[in-house]
């Protein structure tokens, strides 16, 4: 599949566009790749997304292997191999168990797996399932990590399925001419 948002060569963007690469990079991203090379093409939008999601995948508080077992379990929930390439290769840097990111890969749920992941785990999958947190589930959440975090975690989920419909829809190459590592999964699973 081709990509359907070419990259915007340096030579042939506007203010706005120009403005995002600079912020971007300046940033802790430190360059625009992935998705944003498809937000681009709406620098507005692109440039309230990326202050979103430098909040969220830098500025949670939330221990960076926790953030990153969120964004897998929702690359796994859409599908989206770009997503799955570029935060598994950073899940494992982070620290999270080789056999807890097969397992997602797989939509299996992990085993073993510490309470804190399991916890994490499994508001991904209740926020992608319903929208909502059964109150056993919330409770839990609010126990070890506190409201604010419970809202961050949630944030993440919504942040990364739009990311998701953006990378499937684009359809950029994946890194370093990676295989699709993802199998759709059967309607309701991980």
């Known amino acids: 599949m081709s990509a359907r948002f070419p990259a915007v060569p340096p030579e042939a963007m506007d203010e706005a566009q120009c403005a995002l690469v600079a912020e971007i990079a300046g940033g802790p991203r430190g360059g625009v790749r992935g998705p944003f090379l498809a937000l681009l093409h709406n620098p507005k939008l692109a440039h309230r997304v990326q202050a979103l999601g430098e909040h969220l995948r830098f500025g949670t508080g939330l221990p960076q292997r926790l953030v990153e077992i ?3 379990a929702t690359a796994r929930h859409w599908t989206c191999h770009y997503e799955w390439v570029a935060h598994s290769r950073i899940a494992r840097n982070e620290g999270v168990p080789e056999h807890i990111i097969e397992a997602i890969r797989l939509g299996r749920r992990p085993d073993p797996m510490q ?3 399991r916890l994490v785990y499994d508001v991904a999958l209740a926020a992608h399932d319903s929208g909502d ?6 409770a839990a959440a609010e126990a070890r990590f506190g409201r604010a975090a419970i809202l961050d ?3 993440l989920c919504g942040y990364y399925a739009m990311l998701a419909m953006v990378l499937n829809t684009a359809r950029p190459p994946l890194p370093d001419g990676t295989a699709p590592p993802l199998q759709p999964l059967p309607r309701g699973a991980a």
Do not use: H, K
């Not at 947190?133 to 919330?138: I, Q, T, V």
């Open 70 to 72: 969120v964004v897998l």
């Open 115 to 117: 309470e804190d992941e």
């Open 133 to 138: 947190l059964p109150d056993a589930l919330f």
């Open 153 to 155: 975690l949630l944030a």
